[in-house]
Nanobody, 126 residues
Framework: QIQLVESGGGLVQVGGSLSLNCEVFGRTFNRYRNTVGWFRQAPGKEREFVAAIRWYSGTTDYADSVKGRFTISRDNAKLTVDLKMNDRNSEETTIYFC?????????????????WGQGTQVTVSS
């Protein structure tokens, strides 16, 4: 079993920055075979891909809507994945989830991920 715990959510102003953290627990998590992604979901809307990182290679993917503003990174020693978000807009008030799946998954497809965290709320205020 793998568990993921998100933290860092909260209130941020439009145009501001916020960093989220995802900590991975579980002996079955394999640095050579896992991908960690971030998704977000607003009330009444479908879960939306934000960013992902393939752990071993460090290769990253981003949704077009966040390219140039968000950065995903991993800490190999701590088994954590950070999502740094800059230049927030009010439409990004939502819950952010991290998830993990295999190394060869289609990172933008939520059903490809096997384990999910509980999510952390981010509110962007004007």
């Amino acid at each position: 079993q793998i568990q993921l715990v998100e933290s860092g959510g909260g209130l941020v102003q439009v145009g501001g920055s916020l960093s989220l953290n995802c900590e991975v627990f579980g002996r079955t998590f394999n640095r050579y075979r896992n991908t960690v992604g971030w998704f977000r979901q607003a009330p009444g809307k479908e879960r939306e891909f934000v960013a992902a990182i393939r752990w071993y290679s460090g290769t990253t993917d981003y949704a077009d809507s966040v390219k140039g503003r968000f950065t995903i990174s991993r800490d190999n020693a701590k088994l954590t994945v950070d999502l740094k978000m800059n230049d927030r807009n009010s439409e990004e008030t939502t819950i952010y989830f991290c998830a993990t799946g295999g190394n060869d998954i289609s990172t933008m497809v939520s059903s490809e991920y096997d384990y999910w965290g509980q999510g952390t709320q981010v509110t962007v205020s004007s």
